[in-house]
């Protein structure tokens, strides 16, 4: 897969002409990362009170949880927001879900999944999880809830700030250059782990 377009380094775009659908394209940042960071903690403490977890099930449980959705983000990048659109309705769709974000990489306000969708979503996990898991829902869901918040937090870091001079900096290079160089390459965000494993790592 090769770039297009030029991304631009400002700026941004409407995908609706519907003020109320466009409205909700847009999500500060700061909202997931409390509305999840009190979600999770609200599972935790319920499953502590209902003596469904112990000190060290609800740790294996959010590390199991946290791991898991660094695979979900991976493949999601890679399968569903990099579709290949074979139709109209799928170049559509790959373009309002992540296509925009290729056009405007600094729009900060697009760096998140819209609030109800992820909300949504995550309460379809619970359900899935319960079914499979039963009561370990409570230190599972809670990690890879937490998992999706720091997946946010450094999309946007690496968006919004400058690299550091430190080892985090392998992040801002790794997905710099999905953006600019190699968008068939380097999914993983969160972490290039899964681009080793599955082989989807850049060329140097």
Not at 74 to 89: A, G, I, N, Q, S
Not at 154 to 164: G, I, N, R, S, W
């Amino acid at each position: 897969m090769e770039l297009k377009n030029k991304p631009h380094t400002k700026g941004t775009k409407a995908l609706f002409k519907n003020k109320f659908l466009e409205r909700l394209t847009r999500t500060h940042i700061a909202i997931p990362l409390v509305v999840f960071s009190i979600i999770s903690t609200g599972l935790v403490i319920y499953g502590f009170q209902e003596s469904y977890l112990t000190s060290i099930s609800a740790v294996l449980l959010f590390i199991g949880g946290f791991m898991s959705f660094t695979l979900v983000e991976y493949l999601m990048h890679r399968f569903v927001f990099h579709l290949t659109p074979t139709t109209e309705k799928r170049e559509k769709f790959a373009y309002t879900v992540h296509g925009v974000h290729h056009d405007y990489p600094k729009d900060k306000d697009r760096l998140a999944m819209p609030i109800p969708l992820s909300l949504a979503l995550s309460t379809g996990f619970f359900f899935l999880f319960k079914l499979f898991m039963g009561i370990n829902v409570f230190g599972f869901l809670p990690g890879f809830l937490m998992g999706y918040a720091a997946y946010l937090w450094v999309h946007y870091m690496v968006h919004a700030f400058q690299p550091p001079k430190n080892f985090w900096k392998v992040l801002w290079v790794h997905h710099g250059i999905h953006h600019y160089k190699d968008p068939g390459n380097a999914f993983g965000v969160s972490s290039p782990f899964w681009d080793l494993v599955f082989r989807t790592m850049p060329k140097k």
